[in-house]
């Protein structure tokens, strides 16, 4: 058993959230204990895997985690389980407290632990459960623990008179019933499709999407441009559909009629190298770019004209919601949930895996700028309504309230 490295860290970075400090404040976020006569501020701890890998989970627990603190004035701390990585993807506010139980990263595990019935036996049955008894040990004084990944279960023995109410934000499709689920005080799901299925299981189920942040320099896209993006995690199993995004471009490409136009992926993973040479075979590197993540994504987003999604699912992607809140033209797969949540044009909604008709479609947004204009429009309106992070942040409040 590796032996744990747990100890507080401060979040890197900003100093605007210093300057908030004093407002961030609102009565909400104020309990008043009887007994004593004193205010304490309501203090929240966010449990993830690796909180130092790049991806849409740990873009939410930190926009989360940063809202919390900055607009609610929150205490909040963030658990993560393991580190990969020296260094944050992602912008962490400095009041948020971040604390990592093993220093080193649980891949090599997890993969191992699918391969060998005997190591998976161990790793669910004794490394989860004194991982998660770590995780209770860190939950002691705060109000909430929020749970964002599947390795961490609320061990009934191993609670006590001051464990906190615990909440399990699924980020995945439904696929299956939960037991571990039956754990805790509350369930999140992230859309109303998602409720449905989860409801007929559960009854404490929630629905809170994510909400999108504000581009620090919020530029409108250029519907003019000739560039097709895609972003995402390239790793084993490719959920994100990379490769079959090159086969519809292919398609794209073959009359010769979209020669000027450029697709741009971006994201880093296991199989960027077999993407790589799928694109070389197909002699398609003139117009198909790959680059690596960026944390600047704004200005790529704001270079696009559409932005192409073929996950084989996702639950409530962020990608799509920031390249909407811009005014970019959303084309994606149907897949059970979550791109029909964000896009409102039906005719950009393809049956899953119909690569000709995804094609087709794709090349008419390609040949009209005003009809890419006119998508962006609806999706960025359909964004600014329903994924506000005021709207979403009050959801938040109100499930505290009735925990």
Not at 102 to 130: D, T
Not at 180 to 203: E, M, P
Request: charged fraction near 25%; aromatic fraction near 10%; charge should be positive.
């Amino acid at each position: 058993m590796p032996s744990p490295r747990s100890a507080w860290h401060r979040g890197k970075d900003t100093d605007v959230a210093q300057s908030n400090a004093k407002d961030a404040k609102k009565d909400s976020s104020v309990k008043v204990d009887s007994r004593v006569g004193e205010s304490t501020t309501t203090k929240v701890l966010f449990v993830i895997g690796d909180i130092t890998r790049k991806g849409g989970i740990e873009r939410v627990v930190v926009n989360l985690a940063n809202a919390f603190v900055q607009i609610l004035g929150y205490e909040v701390g963030v658990c993560s389980c393991f580190k990969r990585y020296d260094e944050l993807p992602y912008v962490l506010d400095s009041r948020v407290r971040l604390s990592y139980i093993y220093e080193f990263s649980g891949a090599p595990m997890h993969q191992k632990a699918q391969k060998s019935k005997l190591y998976k036996l161990y790793y669910r049955n004794i490394f989860e459960r004194v991982l998660s008894h770590k995780v209770c040990a860190l939950a002691r004084g705060f109000d909430f623990l929020i749970d964002n990944d599947h390795i961490y279960l609320p061990p009934p023995l191993l609670r006590f008179n001051a464990f906190p109410k615990t909440i399990k934000v699924f980020h995945l499709p439904f696929s299956r019933p939960r037991s571990r689920a039956k754990s805790f005080d509350g369930i999140v799901v992230l859309s109303n499709k998602q409720y449905d299925l989860w409801r007929k299981h559960y009854k404490r189920v929630s629905v809170i999407p994510n909400f999108i942040t504000e581009f620090a320099s919020k530029k409108e896209c250029d519907s003019s441009a000739q560039v097709v993006l895609s972003v995402g995690r390239m790793e084993e199993g490719d959920q994100k559909g990379f490769s079959r995004l090159i086969d519809i471009w292919e398609m794209v490409q073959c009359s010769g009629e979209f020669a000027s136009w450029k697709l741009c992926v971006i994201g880093d993973g296991e199989i960027k190298c077999e993407l790589e040479e799928k694109i070389a075979q197909k002699g398609l590197e003139s117009s198909i770019i790959l680059k690596p993540f960026s944390k600047t994504i704004q200005e790529e987003y704001a270079k696009a004209s559409i932005y192409a999604m073929t996950s084989y699912y996702e639950a409530l992607p962020m990608v799509l919601l920031e390249a909407g809140s811009i005014g970019l033209a959303l084309i994606a797969f149907d897949v059970n949930t979550g791109p029909s949540d964000v896009i409102p044009c039906p005719k950009n909604l393809i049956h899953d895996n119909d690569m000709q008709a995804y094609a087709t479609r794709l090349k008419e947004l390609m040949r009209s700028s005003s009809l890419r204009e006119e998508c962006g429009a609806s999706v960025r309106e359909r964004v600014e309504e329903q994924f506000s992070k005021s709207a979403v942040l009050q959801q938040w409040e109100e499930l505290f309230k009735t925990l």
